[in-house]
């Protein structure tokens, strides 16, 4: 047996290189197509052609080429085509993990397909709009779209569109563990489309029939249909789908103990995955390895194969890996004895998972508190509203200091016993005052605010408690330092002049780490709880007077430095991790930033309101988040800063 399989992979390595170089040869082809003189309807052909003989080998080159297509139909006013295109580049997104941009291109060919009553295109649209929100888990969703699909495939007779949303209502029956019913839906699907004669479908139906098998343990049949799946593969030469099921067929081996068979068939899905560049594959396939490795007792092996997995995997964000890399770790350390590596492994892998799977349970971690001696505060001064003179600053911050001495000792005077108390900070602040405002007096205009100007974020929306009146909407500040630029919220009732002794004070903390740290990590975060905690100025408030929630950009990267405020939208995904870490952006993007004041217990709700809304178009999702906020009765002193990247 174990030479049969060597010879069917053999046959099958040689069968991908001559494909592949076929497949160059086409593509040759159509780019040199493409630059000669055509009709606008004859180059939106060619860049289709392009864009799927890119499908499988290279989601972004694909998607490019769709793009361009979609130029090209809506600059002549191909409305067909136009569709087409917005159907193939949410398709694309979908394959990418961009959920909400796929989403988005979904919907835009719906809209047209409808107005042209083009019903079998239709079908397909609400098929793939269905697969999001499955990858969403809303299986309720998800299964609505699939039934309507099914549903005008049925009305106008289209058999192939019946066996795909056969296949997808299979696919939720899978999900929800309903593994008989499933088979059936999927048998529906893989007989349709052997009397269609589409093997490419028949070749995924036999995939899933096989992966239910599997899951029941029923093993031969599993095999059986697996191995169906792989010649067809091989026949049509579609190398990903080759790969798919050796490494499939490496899970069923693994799981029946023949840990040759399986490695076997893991190391060739993964030569294949490699020549493909298919990274988010490889990073599976590695932690499939390990997993062999493991069982036979090659802990040092699974170690080299968890941590390939889990580097390549945090480069393209695959949380999933992450999470499962970091528990096989832990496992590998366990089993060694170096407790310290596994316990480190096991909290990654905690985090994570709450963060992907069940980010309402994350709670508010404690506040951090800073235990660092630091150096007198130095004042950099924030002008908000045009220039302002040195003399009517000063006056200004005296004039602060004036309010504040009055309200210290209006508090702090109350009882005799308190009144050492109040002279003792008043003085202080006032020593305070005047060594460090007129030493900086000259520092302006370093602090800009506003969300439009700060060269990251292109959109954004916010909800605020009523007892705040920014002015102007001046809440949202930034400043650049090297190559990082550091933002934050003001949330004060207090009069305007406070946000600038904040800002004054935040700037020059961020300058000194960054001379000392020439890189920003999350130590920062210590220094600025220990400004909130030690500032002169900010002891004679009421620390629910003001809050300020900070976070660091660098280029398309963000560092949360308040984890438990802050949460993603990324890859389909709502992400909230109660760690200080660096986030990478991309386009379409979303970062919320949330919080209340009055009751902090209240955070839990008030993350499940803002991943609710996540899953609703951008400029829609403040509405829906006030009627939730206000059937809640949570209102009254919540915030929600909503920004797209």
Not at 69 to 96: C, F, P
């Given at each position: 047996?174990q030479?049969?399989?060597?010879?069917?992979?053999?046959?099958?390595?040689?069968?991908i290189?001559?494909?592949a170089?076929?497949?160059l040869?086409?593509?040759?082809?159509l780019?040199?197509?493409?630059?000669?003189?055509?009709?606008?309807s004859?180059?939106?052909?060619t860049?289709?052609?392009?864009?799927?003989?890119?499908?499988?080998?290279?989601?972004?080159?694909?998607?490019?080429?769709w793009k361009?297509?979609?130029?090209?139909a809506?600059?002549?006013?191909?409305?067909?085509?136009?569709?087409?295109?917005?159907?193939?580049?949410?398709?694309?997104?979908?394959?990418?993990?961009?959920?909400q941009?796929?989403?988005?291109?979904?919907?835009?060919?719906?809209?047209?397909?409808?107005?042209?009553?083009?019903?079998?295109?239709?079908?397909?649209?609400?098929?793939?709009?269905?697969?999001?929100?499955?990858?969403?888990?809303?299986?309720?969703?998800?299964?609505?779209?699939?039934?309507?699909?099914?549903?005008?495939?049925?009305?106008?007779?289209?058999?192939?569109?019946i066996?795909?949303?056969?296949?997808?209502?299979?696919?939720?029956?899978?999900?929800?563990?309903?593994?008989?019913?499933?088979?059936?839906?999927?048998?529906?699907?893989?007989?349709?489309?052997?009397?269609?004669?589409?093997?490419?479908?028949?070749?995924?139906?036999?995939?899933?029939?096989?992966?239910?098998?599997?899951?029941?343990?029923?093993?031969?049949?599993?095999l059986?249909?697996?191995?169906?799946?792989?010649?067809?593969?091989?026949?049509?030469?579609?190398?990903?789908?080759?790969?798919?099921?050796?490494?499939?067929?490496?899970?069923?081996?693994?799981k029946?103990?023949q840990?040759?068979?399986?490695l076997l068939y893991?190391?060739?899905?993964?030569?294949i995955?490699?020549?493909?560049?298919a990274t988010?594959?490889?990073?599976?396939?590695?932690?499939?390895?390990?997993?062999?490795?493991?069982?036979?007792?090659?802990?040092?092996?699974?170690?080299?194969?968890?941590?390939?997995?889990?580097?390549?995997?945090?480069?393209?964000d695959?949380?999933?890996?992450?999470r499962?890399?970091?528990?096989?770790?832990?496992?590998?350390?366990?089993k060694?004895?170096?407790?310290?590596?596994?316990?480190?492994?096991?909290?990654?892998?905690?985090?994570?998972k709450?963060?992907?799977?069940?980010?309402?349970?994350?709670?508010?971690?404690?506040?951090l508190?800073?235990?660092?001696?630091?150096?007198?505060?130095?004042?950099?001064i924030?002008?908000?509203?045009?220039?302002?003179?040195?003399?009517?600053?000063?006056?200004g911050?005296?004039?602060v200091?004036?309010?504040?001495?009055?309200?210290?000792?209006?508090?702090?005077?109350?009882?005799?016993?308190?009144?050492n108390?109040?002279?003792?900070?008043?003085?202080?602040?006032?020593?305070?005052?005047?060594?460090?405002?007129?030493?900086?007096?000259?520092?302006?205009?370093?602090?800009?605010?506003?969300?439009?100007?700060?060269?990251l974020?292109?959109?954004?929306?916010?909800?605020?408690p009523?007892?705040?009146?920014?002015?102007?909407?001046?809440?949202?500040f930034?400043?650049?330092?090297n190559?990082?630029?550091?933002?934050?919220?003001?949330?004060t009732?207090?009069?305007?002049?406070?946000?600038?002794?904040?800002?004054?004070?935040?700037?020059?903390?961020?300058?000194?780490?960054l001379?000392?740290?020439?890189e920003?990590?999350?130590?920062?975060?210590?220094?600025?709880?220990?400004?909130?905690?030690?500032?002169?100025?900010l002891?004679?408030?009421?620390r629910?007077?003001?809050?300020?929630?900070?976070?660091?950009?660098?280029?398309?990267?963000?560092?949360?430095?308040?984890?438990?405020?802050?949460?993603?939208?990324?890859?389909?995904?709502?992400?909230i991790?109660?760690?200080?870490?660096?986030?990478?952006?991309?386009?379409?993007?979303?970062?919320?930033?949330?919080?209340?004041?009055?009751n902090?217990?209240?955070?839990?709700?008030?993350?499940k309101?803002?991943?609710?809304?996540?899953?609703i178009?951008?400029?829609?999702?403040?509405?829906?988040?006030?009627?939730?906020?206000?059937?809640?009765e949570?209102?009254?002193?919540?915030f929600?800063?909503a920004?797209?990247?």
């Amino acid at each position: 047996m174990q030479k049969r399989i060597s010879i069917l992979l053999l046959f099958i390595t040689a069968s991908i290189a001559f494909n592949a170089l076929a497949q160059l040869t086409y593509i040759d082809s159509l780019q040199q197509a493409l630059k000669e003189p055509s009709s606008d309807s004859g180059k939106f052909e060619t860049l289709s052609k392009l864009a799927i003989a890119y499908s499988d080998s290279s989601y972004a080159q694909s998607l490019e080429y769709w793009k361009q297509a979609l130029n090209v139909a809506e600059r002549v006013g191909l409305r067909t085509q136009v569709a087409d295109a917005y159907h193939q580049i949410g398709y694309s997104y979908m394959k990418m993990g961009e959920f909400q941009l796929s989403l988005q291109n979904l919907e835009n060919a719906a809209s047209i397909y409808q107005h042209l009553n083009n019903l079998k295109s239709l079908a397909g649209v609400y098929n793939d709009m269905g697969l999001i929100y499955r990858n969403w888990g809303k299986y309720d969703k998800a299964l609505e779209f699939y039934l309507m699909a099914l549903q005008i495939s049925r009305d106008i007779g289209n058999a192939e569109g019946i066996g795909i949303a056969s296949n997808s209502i299979g696919q939720i029956h899978f999900y929800q563990n309903n593994l008989a019913k499933a088979i059936e839906f999927f048998v529906e699907y893989l007989n349709i489309n052997k009397t269609l004669e589409n093997y490419r479908a028949v070749a995924g139906a036999s995939n899933n029939i096989a992966s239910a098998y599997l899951e029941l343990g029923k093993y031969n049949e599993s095999l059986e249909y697996f191995l169906k799946a792989l010649q067809i593969y091989d026949s049509l030469k579609v190398s990903i789908g080759v790969a798919i099921i050796q490494d499939n067929i490496g899970s069923l081996y693994y799981k029946q103990n023949q840990y040759d068979n399986a490695l076997l068939y893991h190391q060739k899905a993964l030569e294949i995955f490699e020549l493909l560049g298919a990274t988010g594959r490889m990073c599976y396939t590695l932690k499939n390895i390990g997993q062999v490795y493991l069982a036979q007792g090659k802990i040092q092996r699974a170690i080299d194969k968890f941590k390939q997995a889990l580097n390549a995997a945090k480069k393209i964000d695959l949380k999933d890996v992450e999470r499962d890399g970091n528990e096989l770790l832990a496992t590998c350390y366990e089993k060694t004895g170096n407790y310290q590596l596994a316990l480190q492994h096991l909290r990654e892998h905690i985090a994570i998972k709450d963060s992907i799977l069940n980010s309402e349970t994350v709670q508010k971690i404690e506040e951090l508190q800073a235990q660092y001696e630091r150096d007198k505060q130095e004042l950099l001064i924030n002008q908000m509203q045009g220039k302002l003179k040195n003399r009517n600053l000063f006056i200004g911050l005296l004039v602060v200091f004036i309010i504040f001495s009055g309200t210290g000792i209006e508090l702090l005077v109350a009882t005799n016993r308190k009144k050492n108390q109040a002279i003792k900070q008043l003085e202080e602040v006032r020593s305070y005052m005047l060594q460090n405002v007129s030493a900086n007096l000259n520092s302006l205009e370093l602090v800009k605010s506003g969300l439009d100007d700060n060269g990251l974020f292109s959109d954004y929306w916010n909800f605020l408690p009523f007892s705040f009146t920014p002015e102007n909407n001046k809440y949202f500040f930034h400043f650049s330092i090297n190559q990082y630029t550091f933002c934050y919220l003001i949330l004060t009732s207090k009069p305007r002049l406070f946000n600038d002794l904040i800002n004054l004070n935040i700037y020059k903390l961020v300058k000194e780490y960054l001379n000392q740290n020439k890189e920003v990590a999350d130590e920062l975060s210590h220094k600025i709880f220990e400004f909130f905690n030690t500032d002169p100025l900010l002891k004679l408030m009421d620390r629910n007077d003001f809050q300020v929630f900070p976070f660091v950009v660098q280029g398309n990267r963000l560092l949360n430095l308040y984890p438990q405020n802050i949460g993603f939208r990324q890859f389909g995904s709502f992400i909230i991790s109660n760690t200080i870490q660096w986030v990478n952006l991309r386009p379409g993007d979303v970062v919320y930033l949330f919080g209340n004041f009055s009751n902090p217990k209240a955070l839990n709700e008030i993350r499940k309101v803002v991943k609710s809304i996540d899953l609703i178009e951008f400029d829609e999702q403040k509405e829906v988040a006030v009627n939730f906020l206000h059937s809640m009765e949570l209102n009254t002193d919540v915030f929600i800063l909503a920004l797209r990247v």
